[in-house]
């Protein structure tokens, strides 16, 4: 179904009509769940295509009977236009069985020390207000402190379409680099936390805790068994991995220059405190884009 199809997505509201109308819908309580919330996205989707035609015809009209003069008006009004649009092209992008869900996310201290800590409480506030600027409900679940400052780890729920598909790009370990505010003589120092993701499909508070919880132990064994195995490298004479299993998916570089590239699109920004201050969506299209050409996995 086709997010710019008016006729299809309206076809598919009339069948979800249908099912809401149906006698004994609420005895599969999960089922009907699910067909009502559909039937609210698929509506919303509606609406929204509906209401860029609107103001795309405006425009236009505006735009045949001026003659140069509103030129400035024009541009101004086709700004959230193309802004509504990218968030209808991103909902096209969206076809997995759990997409639509809502996301528990667990960010976990990789390599570096206090500085590590410091960038899972900095990537905490960064998902913070990028979910605020978006509209998505936050439930913070878990906040374990690191030893000087910062977080060991810290899981969180988000709630709103898609967040589920939108988040899982946000999945993998992102790289730090800057002038560690830990280290006496400010050197360079390079810090590691992961980033992970599931889906959220239970609703009550004791469900989301206890996924919540499911999720860190499995992370937290999997790293004290990534640590034992870089000590056993170390007394080898081996090298250990300095991010715990695998290349980084972003970096962001605070020093000596600002910038932050993301490894699997080739993304980058130079507004590193913008990226660090919740504007995360550019990125996040990119890879979702990507990822329906076939470009990357």
């Given at each position: 179904?086709?997010?710019?199809?008016?006729?299809?997505?309206?076809?598919?509201?009339?069948?979800?009509?249908?099912?809401?109308?149906?006698?004994?819908?609420w005895?599969?309580?999960?089922?009907?769940?699910?067909?009502?919330?559909?039937?609210?996205?698929?509506?919303?989707?509606?609406?929204?295509?509906?209401?860029?035609?609107?103001?795309?015809?405006?425009?236009?009209?505006?735009?045949?009977?001026?003659?140069?003069?509103?030129?400035?008006?024009?541009?101004?009004?086709?700004r959230?236009l193309?802004?509504?649009?990218?968030?209808?092209?991103?909902?096209a992008l969206?076809?997995?069985e759990?997409?639509?869900?809502?996301?528990?996310v667990?960010?976990?201290?990789?390599?570096?020390?206090?500085?590590?800590?410091?960038?899972?409480?900095?990537?905490?506030?960064?998902?913070?207000?990028?979910?605020?600027?978006?509209?998505?409900?936050?439930?913070?679940?878990?906040?374990?402190?690191?030893?000087?400052?910062?977080?060991?780890?810290?899981?969180f729920?988000?709630?709103?379409?898609?967040?589920?598909?939108?988040?899982?790009?946000?999945?993998?370990?992102?790289?730090?680099?800057?002038?560690?505010?830990?280290?006496?003589?400010?050197?360079?120092?390079?810090?590691?936390?992961?980033?992970?993701?599931?889906?959220?499909?239970?609703?009550?508070?004791?469900?989301?805790?206890?996924?919540?919880?499911?999720?860190?132990?499995?992370?937290?064994?999997?790293?004290?068994?990534?640590?034992?195995?870089?000590?056993?490298?170390?007394?080898?004479?081996?090298?250990?991995?300095?991010?715990?299993?695998?290349?980084?998916?972003?970096?962001?570089?605070?020093?000596?220059?600002?910038?932050v590239?993301?490894?699997?699109?080739?993304?980058?920004?130079?507004?590193?405190?913008?990226?660090?201050?919740g504007?995360?969506?550019?990125?996040?299209?990119?890879y979702?884009?990507?990822?329906?050409?076939?470009?990357?996995?």
């Open positions: 179904m086709s997010t710019f199809d008016p006729a299809s997505l309206e076809q598919r509201i009339a069948q979800l009509e249908t099912e809401l109308n149906a006698p004994g819908l005895d599969d309580q999960a089922n009907a769940a699910r067909v009502s919330a559909e039937h609210a996205r698929v509506s919303r989707r509606l609406d929204g295509y509906r209401a860029l035609q609107r103001e795309y015809d405006d425009a236009r009209e505006l735009a045949e009977i001026d003659g140069g003069e509103l030129d400035d008006e024009i541009a101004a009004s086709l959230p193309r802004a509504e649009l990218e968030r209808l092209e991103e909902a969206f076809d997995g759990y997409d639509a869900g809502d996301a528990v667990t960010l976990q201290s990789g390599t570096g020390g206090t500085d590590a800590q410091d960038w899972t409480e900095m990537m905490l506030r960064m998902y913070e207000r990028w979910a605020a600027t978006r509209g998505f409900d936050v439930e913070l679940l878990e906040a374990s402190p690191g030893e000087e400052a910062g977080l060991k780890s810290s899981t729920t988000v709630g709103g379409e898609n967040a589920y598909g939108i988040l899982k790009a946000e999945r993998g370990k992102h790289r730090l680099v800057r002038q560690s505010p830990y280290d006496a003589a400010h050197r360079r120092h390079t810090a590691f936390a992961t980033v992970i993701v599931e889906c959220q499909n239970e609703r009550s508070q004791s469900a989301n805790k206890q996924t919540a919880m499911r999720v860190l132990r499995a992370r937290l064994v999997e790293r004290a068994e990534e640590e034992r195995e870089a000590l056993l490298a170390k007394e080898r004479g081996g090298s250990a991995d300095t991010g715990f299993g695998g290349a980084s998916i972003r970096s962001y570089y605070l020093h000596p220059t600002q910038l590239k993301d490894t699997r699109t080739g993304y980058e920004t130079g507004n590193a405190h913008g990226v660090l201050d504007d995360l969506d550019p990125f996040i299209r990119e979702l884009l990507a990822r329906a050409a076939g470009r990357i996995v």
